[in-house]
């Protein structure tokens, strides 16, 4: 393809058979971190933790946006007693509608829907997106350009371009690592993934 063409628009069945590939990738991927021990799981994440924490990214922000882990997903409680993460303020999402996803920083805690642990609106402070210097997310795969795969709900993809001076990372096992996914126009990439072995970089100009 020449600099001069563009690429053709996506038919119905090629949609159709991306989103498909979508699903059966989110599943695989989530059937294997699950298959992690417990052992396992907490020994990657302090990895990846390790790494995060004493990156200049993670150093330099005041107010950091991460999430509480559910099941299979890497734990960031250890993030919480690192010594880099002293005087940060850390904020946590609330999903407050099926679209909508908002910051808060918890005075109390609940349990919400599909059993995650998330603030308790009332007795919470919410930081405005635009103040937010470092947001951490979660995920159920990643690509070496640094796409990011999430649950399902776009979540995270319409509240990352409100947080207009945020840097935007992801944390994950090396195990959710693929090949490349198959993103959607909307999806949001991330400038670094942190793996209990690695810290991918997005190349410049990647799409």
């Known amino acids: 393809m020449t600099a001069m063409e563009t690429p053709l628009p996506e038919t119905p069945e090629q949609a159709a058979e991306r989103q498909a590939r979508r699903k059966a990738l989110r599943k695989r991927m989530i059937q294997g971190r699950n298959a992690l021990t417990p052992e396992e799981r907490a020994q990657r994440s302090a990895g990846a933790v390790a790494l995060l ?7 330099s922000a005041r107010t950091v946006m991460i999430y509480d882990h559910v099941a299979g997903e890497l734990s960031l409680d250890s993030l919480l007693e690192h010594p880099a993460a002293a005087e940060k303020c850390f904020c946590y999402p609330l999903c407050v509608s099926r679209t909508e996803m908002i910051a808060m920083v918890p005075g109390a805690w609940q349990t919400g829907a599909y059993g ?46 409100k947080c207009t001076r945020a840097r935007i990372v992801m944390v994950a096992f090396e195990a959710q690592k693929v090949d490349e996914i198959p993103a ?3 999806d949001q990439p991330v400038e670094r993934v942190f793996t209990e072995e690695r810290i991918y970089v997005r190349p410049e100009g990647a799409d």
Do not use: H, K
């Not at 924490?53 to 150093?59: T, V």
């Not at 308790?120 to 990643?142: H, K, M, N, Y």
């Open 53 to 59: 924490a004493e990156s200049p990214l993670f150093r």
């Open 184 to 186: 959607d126009a909307w």
């Open 116 to 161: 995650i642990r998330e603030p308790v609106r009332a007795l919470s402070r919410e930081i405005p997106p635009d103040q937010i210097d470092l947001v951490v997310c979660p995920g159920t795969a990643f690509d070496p350009a640094c796409r990011r795969m999430g649950m399902g709900g776009g979540y995270y993809d319409r509240f990352l371009p």
